[in-house]
């Protein structure tokens, strides 16, 4: 029947074969039994090629193998038609090496069904649970395409990237974690289950952009007494620290992935295990993030196991000095040994996350006066650039005033007394206003707008626009030094804004500086 459907006989067995859906003789019709021959004759023949795909098993049902696209400690993920409804997705069964085995069997039913009932866009669904003809347990769910958040990470060479370049990369990761934050308290909050294996890895980015939380294998409903747990005690170990790739093996009663153990994991207080243990996850989730290698690594299983008991790993920051200290505290707090000093939801973790991001206050890091102003410079951008603006022109101005009338001052010969009292007078306002012009360009220009996206621009114009009347005051007074002194400290700032954005600028502004010099020689 569903040759027929699909149309045509020999294309289609050709089809059924080559993926591995193979009948048996007894069940083919008589005119088939010749073509069946040569098609398995021409499949054997090309599995022995070393480029060959490996030999897959018999079809499921309505459900055609295509590949394997994952395998874990405990089952197998194929990519397979569904014939019926005409789509592609993705069948999860138990791995050969446990298909004789109840407990595995029964550990893949109640994946299927802690992932099932976990409807959340942050979660794969999962379409179907059924058996095999052999009574293996099966179960089918979305296909999802796009790269493992670990391959992102991978792709970062934190070595060798600036503080900037390194913070632009790991936004988007964050982004990603954040959405992981709240997909762990969805399934938390719902039915009570938890991960227990979370990692890089396990984190999925589909093609748009959209962040989906993988193998739910270890998961368990912590409040369901009625659930198999000795079954998942796997231990899956990192063959290096980068965790490129995996080997598997069983140590006791430890579940979760080495390198990403919490120390109640590493301790096989498995009773012990809840929500907050998922939140360890985060944070070594994190820990890889910010550093690109795992919290947990040795020359031997038993060390790090051993490492991981303690809770003892190198700091994020002294893996990497360009992580920010409030990252490294949002990342330590998620890896406190005990769980009662790690955050208490998940969403607490995201919050703070989102908070880095926006340049808001983090519940870990005591806010600051400095950050505080820091903030109020972000939100008050605008207001801040006229205020300079303003206050530039007005010691432009009085600086204008002054001068004008110490000109007028020259003039009246007959008050010599009053002159000199007011030539006092007047360098003084002058000194004190090259001393706030001064404080105006070197901390506000230098330091405060220098860090704030975007007006790298704007402070260009506005020393220039200061510059240029201060040119004016020295084309009036070519003898007057100090004047010609403010015009070259402006003069160096403007060249040194300007080698960024426009060099030729910065050249003919230095050069303008040189001449000042050669005059003063």
Not at 18 to 24: A, D, L, R, T
Not at 68 to 83: A, H, L, M, R, Y
Not at 232 to 237: D, E, H, I, N, T
Not at 283 to 289: D, E, K, Q, S, V
């Amino acid at each position: 029947d569903r040759l027929r459907r699909q149309g045509g006989i020999d294309n289609s067995l050709s089809f059924v074969v080559e993926n591995g859906s193979v009948p048996q003789g007894e069940d083919l019709p008589e005119e088939w039994q010749k073509k069946f021959t040569e098609i398995t004759k021409i499949s054997d023949d090309s599995s022995k090629s070393p480029a060959s795909k490996p030999k897959l098993g018999p079809s499921i049902h309505r459900y055609v193998f295509r590949r394997p696209i994952g395998e874990g400690g405990q089952g197998i993920v194929w990519e397979v038609d569904d014939t019926e409804l005409g789509r592609r997705i993705a069948l999860k069964k138990v791995h050969p090496k446990h298909a004789n085995s109840p407990l595995h069997k029964g550990m893949l039913i109640e994946e299927s069904r802690n992932t099932g009932r976990l409807d959340h866009a942050g979660i794969v669904p999962v379409y179907d649970l059924g058996q095999d003809d052999e009574g293996n347990p099966f179960f089918t769910m979305q296909l999802i395409k796009g790269e493992k958040l670990a391959d992102r990470v991978r792709s970062i060479k934190h070595e060798t990237l600036s503080r900037q370049e390194f913070l632009a990369k790991i936004r988007p990761l964050l982004r990603h974690l954040i959405a992981t934050c709240n997909t762990l308290q969805y399934a938390y909050d719902k039915y009570k289950v938890i991960h227990r294996d979370l990692k890089p890895e396990n984190i999925m980015v589909n093609r748009y952009g959209e962040t989906v939380v993988m193998d739910w294998g270890m998961g368990k409903a912590v409040e369901d007494a009625t659930q198999l747990d000795e079954a998942s005690s796997m231990l899956f170990v990192p063959v290096s620290g980068s965790g490129s790739g995996v080997e598997r093996t069983q140590v006791g009663s430890v579940k979760g992935t080495l390198g990403y153990l919490s120390p109640e994991q590493a301790q096989a207080l498995n009773s012990n295990l809840d929500h907050r243990t998922d939140i360890y996850g985060l944070g070594a989730t994190l820990y890889r993030i910010l550093t690109g290698t795992v919290p947990y690594s040795g020359t031997s299983v038993e060390e790090a196991l051993s490492r991981a008991r303690l809770n003892q790993f190198v700091r994020p920051r002294e893996r990497n000095s360009k992580i920010p200290k409030e990252l490294e505290a949002i990342c330590l707090k998620a890896m406190a040994m005990l769980p009662a000093d790690r955050y208490q939801k998940a969403t607490d973790m995201g919050q703070d996350l989102e908070n880095w991001i926006a340049g808001e206050p983090i519940s870990v890091v005591p806010d600051t006066l400095l950050k505080k102003s820091e903030r109020w410079l972000r939100r008050h951008a605008r207001g801040v650039i006229a205020s300079l603006l303003l206050l530039g022109l007005t010691a432009a101005a009085l600086l204008w005033a002054a001068t004008f009338y110490l000109k007028k001052s020259y003039d009246l010969d007959t008050a010599n007394t009053a002159l000199q009292q007011q030539q006092k007078i007047t360098k003084s306002s002058r000194d004190a206003l090259s001393t706030v012009l001064e404080e105006v360009v070197g901390s506000i220009f230098d330091d405060q707008m220098s860090q704030t996206p975007d007006f790298e621009q704007s402070r260009i114009n506005m020393l220039k626009a200061a510059m240029d009347e201060m040119q004016k005051f020295v084309d009036a007074h070519p003898d007057d030094w100090d004047l010609k002194l403010d015009v070259l400290r402006l003069l160096t700032r403007l060249g040194n804004l300007q080698s960024e954005a426009t060099p030729d600028s910065a050249t003919e502004t230095f050069n303008r500086a040189s001449e000042l010099i050669a005059q003063a020689k």
